[in-house]
């Protein structure tokens, strides 16, 4: 499979923004999603990540009740909607397609795709 990720953006402090990963090549409903991001000078972090079938969800702390992922498995996409978006938000977005479970580390996903850059003015 190969992922896209789209929809980042130069955006301000409050404002909403919806990352969107396509797949190709394979059905993504046969992977656990995730979006990663690495922030300058930092080092690449878990954001979110879904199961295969959307139930179930985990989140970074510092994003809980602001994002939320999502998928539509007829449409082989996945999504994070982002809102009350904060100048520590800004980063290059990734998202991550892993055959096994939910999971926080990098390394457990086998797929990438190119990085999307949000960045969050004050």
């Known amino acids: 499979v190969q992922l896209q990720a789209s929809g980042g953006g130069l955006v301000q402090a409050g404002d909403s923004l919806r990352l969107s990963c396509a797949a190709r090549g394979r059905a993504l409903s046969s992977y656990v999603m995730g979006w990663f991001r690495q922030g300058p000078g930092k080092e690449r972090e878990f954001v979110a990540a879904i199961s295969w079938n959307g139930g179930s969800t985990d989140y970074l702390d510092s994003v809980k009740g602001r994002f939320t992922i999502s998928r539509d498995n007829a449409k082989n996409t996945v999504s994070l909607r982002m809102n009350s978006l904060k100048p520590e938000d800004t980063a290059v977005y990734y998202c991550?397609?892993?055959?096994?479970?939910?999971?926080?580390?990098?390394?457990?996903?086998?797929?990438w795709g190119q990085g999307t850059q949000v960045t969050v003015s004050s």
């Open positions: 991550a397609a892993d055959r096994t479970q939910i999971s926080r580390r990098s390394d457990v996903y086998d797929v």
